[in-house]
């Protein structure tokens, strides 16, 4: 048994943390997202459940909680149950390897610095393309357990849509791998500080900016958000994969998703926006400069969702098989060509 030193109970305390943080992000996203839907078309929006609606995310989870666990006489009752825990699982996982802060001391608490990450691998980058491609799972059992057609047709939906938009997504990966020369998130953020000619931030994102569209585009279609929702199409499937789900199985769906949101935007920080890096602020409190990213791309996703009509299926395949994915290709190669060229 490992000793209990400062630093595996601060590695505890970052874990203990990063899970309820996660878990509150879910609750903030919704509030944010129907403020801003809101706002966006002129009405109110929730104002009534705590201070302008912010205990309203709360109300939700507690009605959720008290309502009545229902299941399709037809479904299969394991796979059924099953779904859902494997979505919010591959969401909170897919995080733990996200750095959000470089090395502290926690105001001088522990006797050696440490990252602010959950897990520090030096394959970081494998480990969430992995994770996300695992997350499918979920939507496509939870189609095929329910015994439902609208859910059927959404998990299959959910299944080709990943298949198509993977490959941008990777192929986005891969070439800001190479710009920083590692598969280790730390090492990526680390190699984007300072800026050049003391002005611009040597931010990934001005080297790739194809790859940064690129990849964003792929990861909201790979968090099935509007205007790539087609898995949960409610003007022809209900509600898609999740039709036949109430209860707190529908609201792990339903954080599952906010979650993998966070989870693109904050690997998107830190391989293209710099990370924790930013002026004003000392080293110690990067991790604010992170948040301030993240948050400016969840904005992104909710004003795209409430900005864009969903395009039809067959415009989503197209697309991406014949748009996105030759112009990530070129994008890589292209990226490695000016590689070798100036030698890293």
């Known amino acids: 048994m490992p000793a209990i030193t400062p630093l595996l109970i601060a590695q505890l305390v970052i874990i203990v943390v990063v899970f309820h943080a996660l878990l509150l992000s879910a609750a903030a996203m919704v509030w944010v997202e129907r403020r801003l839907a809101a706002a966006l078309q002129q009405r109110l929006g929730p104002i009534r459940v705590g201070w302008q609606g912010l205990l309203q995310p709360f109300a939700d989870v507690i009605k959720l909680m008290f ?70 799972y979920g939507i496509v059992l939870a189609g095929w357990s329910s015994n439902s057609k609208y859910s059927l047709i959404g998990g299959l939906r959910s299944s080709a849509q990943m298949i198509s938009y993977e490959l941008s997504y990777g192929m986005a990966l891969v070439s800001v791998l190479l710009v920083g020369n590692s598969l280790s998130l730390t090492d990526i ?116 969702r409430w900005t864009l009509p969903r395009y039809r299926y067959d415009q989503l395949m197209k697309f991406g098989w014949k748009v996105l994915l030759p112009v990530s290709v070129v994008n890589l190669l292209v990226t490695a060509a000016g590689v070798l060229y100036f030698g890293g």
């Open 189 to 304: 953020v680390n190699g984007q500080a300072g800026a050049w000619f003391g002005v611009i931030p040597k931010w990934f994102v001005f080297l790739q900016p194809l790859g940064f569209l690129i990849y964003m585009t792929a990861g909201v279609a790979e968090t099935n958000r509007a205007p790539f929702d087609f898995p949960e199409a409610e003007q022809e499937l209900v509600a898609g994969y999740h039709t036949e789900y109430s209860s707190m199985s529908f609201a792990m769906f339903f954080l599952a998703e906010y979650i993998n949101m966070v989870t693109v935007s904050a690997v998107a920080t830190d391989l293209f926006l710099g990370g924790w890096h930013g002026p004003f602020l000392p080293a110690s409190l990067g991790w604010i400069w992170f948040l301030l990213k993240v948050g400016a791309l969840l904005f992104f996703y909710v004003w795209m």
């Open 67 to 136: 309502k009545e666990e229902l299941r399709p006489k037809a479904a299969d009752a394991l796979l059924f149950a099953l779904a859902p825990v494997i979505s919010a699982t591959c969401a909170f996982a897919a995080f733990a390897v996200v750095p959000f802060g470089g090395e502290t001391t926690l105001f001088g608490l522990l006797p050696e610095g440490m990252r602010l990450q959950v897990a520090d691998v030096n394959v970081a980058a494998l480990v969430i393309f992995a994770i996300a491609s695992m997350s499918v």
